[in-house]
């Protein structure tokens, strides 16, 4: 079956502007996670949804946000976009996004790649 | 809290063994995983440990010391391939019936001929 999809693969912003990246996760999927990755910082969680709704967020500011749509799809939206910014962005799904962890291995995709300049 | 260490890079030769370790803090534990992820790949899973002990697939084997907070990937009979970053996590209970991955910095292996 089809992995976890995520588009634009790569583009390129200047400050100020918004930027929104998309992810279809695997087909029945219902739980989406969103992280960032830079070199200096490692995969850092942003947000997780399961049913259209936002279950956890991590430690960044509101200029991120996020949606889930009633097909598992997700959105990411970043706001006034900062220099700092600029990192692979990376979604991951799981089934059912409950129950032990190892019953809810993440899977990601290949991640958008965000330069702001 | 979660923070996780492992070493940023490592390099090791075609054909041997590699150990790459892991120390979580141990409160509230619920797992470590290991990924891989090739430069400019999605990260992959390799692993995932929740009792003390070693688990082996294959090439690669994991080893886990909840009493330590302590883990460990070993690579065995490397090849080119294997050159990747290798990142481990650990679930945090969030409360909302699900799980936080946290990750360490990943380690960053070279395998050499």
């Known amino acids: 079956k089809a992995g976890v999809t995520q588009t634009p693969r790569y583009l390129i912003k200047t400050r100020g502007q918004q930027v929104t990246l998309s992810c279809s996760p695997i087909s029945g999927h219902r739980s989406v996670s969103w992280y960032q990755q830079t070199p200096g910082q490692g995969l850092q969680f942003l947000f997780e949804?399961?049913?259209?709704?936002?279950?956890n967020k991590g430690n960044f500011p509101g200029r991120f946000s996020g949606r889930q749509f009633s097909n598992s799809r997700s959105e990411m939206n970043v706001s006034t976009l900062e220099l700092g910014d600029s990192a692979l962005y990376l979604c991951?799904?799981?089934?059912?996004?409950?129950?032990?962890?190892?019953?809810?291995?993440?899977?990601f995709g290949a991640g958008s790649r965000l330069t702001v300049l | 809290g979660q923070n996780i260490d492992q070493p940023t890079e490592m390099t090791a030769t075609e054909g041997a063994i590699v150990q790459i370790n892991c120390t979580y803090q141990?409160?509230?534990?619920?797992?470590l995983f290991w990924y891989q992820q090739h430069a400019g790949e999605a990260p992959t899973f390799l692993s995932y440990?929740?009792?003390?002990g070693l688990e082996e697939k294959g090439r690669f084997s994991s080893f886990l010391s909840r009493s330590k907070g302590y883990s460990y990937l070993l690579l065995k009979e490397l090849q080119m391939k294997d050159s990747a970053s290798y990142l481990c996590a650990s679930p945090r209970d969030s409360g909302a019936g699900s799980y936080q991955l946290t990750f360490g910095k990943g380690t960053k292996l070279s395998v050499i001929p």
């Open positions: 141990t409160s509230g534990f619920n797992g």
């Open positions: 949804y399961f049913s259209e709704t936002q279950r």
């Open positions: 440990n929740v009792l003390d």
């Open positions: 991951a799904s799981s089934s059912r996004g409950q129950g032990s962890p190892g019953a809810n291995v993440l899977t």
